[in-house]
């Protein structure tokens, strides 16, 4: 099959993850025939410096001729005097927006062998597995008025949703858990907020279309508790733009690092992948960030876009088999460094490359 990828690999990590993303996926298309074409634009704080804007023109209509668009992470400590229309991250919600996905699916799920790593106790995340869908083009990210009024000393967002804007994502998260394990759990702050009392009442409209599935409703303070409490009892959980943002990262715990988190952006024009988290400058450049997030990312386009199930299926078994052998990034090994092999960026990329390259010829 033929798939067109557009790289933004944007700043910090970004270039090294979505390098060993690309790799992988050229892996793939290699073994299996498949022609993957892949270009390159910029965005964020290195098109700012070397475009004059966050977002080019030039990156947006690639992006808008492209089957689905691979971004790195934006973002750089030199940039964070500037207002946030100006910053490297206005650049990614202009991306979003342009393409219009309003449903960040972003799975988090325990590798048995990784729970060494994380502070909870094994019997708390072993087997959990989490889909999380976060609404990505309304809330505080993108409601009206905004401002900071310097002269009266007075700053404000909008939390704003309309009823459609919810129904949408809703149903994408019922349909989501009748693929799964039945459940959806619905996070708002309804017992405070009117925004958060039309989600509820559109989630458990919504919920009347989807008999086979349970809907429960969790207020977000009480959600971040349970979440690393009873991780294994949630299947999918829909939450609003910031929300979903803070409960993501949150759940990197469950995973052991937050280097390991994929997602996928859908409902739009352009399908839009990108690992969970940021541009990471304290580690940057130095051959020391996790690149499983951006390649289970790359095993999300497969699985999503190219409808390569099998393909996807063997980049996420490589990563878990890479793990049992006891292969790990610095990340992935802190804590308990004993019997493990702690590998580069680099070196991590290629473990996966050889591992996927070995389930697809033996298959
Ligand atoms: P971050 O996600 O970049 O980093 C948080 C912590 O996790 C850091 O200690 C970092 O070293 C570690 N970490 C993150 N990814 C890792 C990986 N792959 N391997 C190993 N360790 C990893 O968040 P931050 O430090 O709050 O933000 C840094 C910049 O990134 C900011 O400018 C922020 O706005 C931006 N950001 C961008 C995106 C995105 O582009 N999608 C997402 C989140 C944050
Ligand atoms: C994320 C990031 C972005 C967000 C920022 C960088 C705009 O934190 O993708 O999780 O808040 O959506
Ligand atoms: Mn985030």
Redesign the pocket.
């Known amino acids: 099959m033929k798939l067109k990828i557009l790289v933004v690999a944007g700043d910090g990590i970004g270039p090294e993850v979505t390098g060993e993303a690309v790799a992988v996926l050229r892996e793939v298309a290699e073994l299996g025939g498949h022609e993957f074409t892949f270009s390159e634009r910029r965005i964020g704080g290195v098109a700012i410096v070397q475009d004059g804007t966050p977002l080019p023109a030039d990156t947006l209509n690639e992006a808008l001729a492209s089957d689905a668009v691979l971004l790195g992470a ?2 750089g400590n030199e940039f964070n005097s500037l207002p946030p229309d100006k910053r490297p ?1 206005a650049g ?2 202009q991306i979003r927006a342009a393409l219009g996905g309003f449903a960040n699916l972003r799975p988090a799920f325990a590798f048995k062998e990784l729970t060494v790593n994380s502070p909870l106790k094994p019997e708390i995340t072993d087997g959990a597995d989490i889909m999380f869908v976060r609404e990505l083009l309304g809330g505080l990210y993108f409601g009206k008025p905004r401002e900071w009024n310097r002269a009266t000393g007075e700053a404000w967002n909008t939390m704003r949703y309309t009823r459609d804007e919810v129904a949408r994502v809703a149903r994408v998260a019922f349909q989501l858990a009748q693929g799964r394990r039945k459940k959806v759990t619905s996070v708002d702050k309804a017992n405070v907020l009117e925004v958060s009392q039309l989600w509820r009442a559109t989630v458990t409209e919504v919920a009347s279309e989807f008999p086979d599935v349970t809907l429960e409703h969790q207020y977000v303070d009480a959600m971040s508790m349970h979440l690393m409490n009873q991780p294994r009892n949630y299947d999918v959980v829909v939450t609003e733009n910031l929300f979903g ?1 803070i409960l993501s990262d949150e759940a990197a715990v469950i995973t052991g690092s937050l280097g390991m988190l994929p997602s996928a952006t859908v409902g739009g024009k352009v399908d839009l992948y ?1 690992p ?1 988290h ?1 541009s990471a400058p304290d580690i940057a450049g130095k051959g020391l960030a996790n690149p499983l997030g951006a390649i289970l990312t790359g095993a999300m386009i497969l699985r999503l876009t190219a409808k390569l199930e099998a393909e996807s299926e063997a980049i996420r078994t490589a990563v878990r088999k890479v793990l049992e052998q006891g292969y790990r990034t610095p990340d992935l090994a802190r804590g308990n460094a004993q019997g493990f092999q702690v590998l580069s960026t680099r070196e991590m990329g290629a473990k996966v490359r050889e591992t996927v390259k070995s389930l697809l010829v033996n298959a």
Request: charged content about 35%.
């Open positions: 934006v973002g991250e990614l919600l943002d990108e969970v940021g």
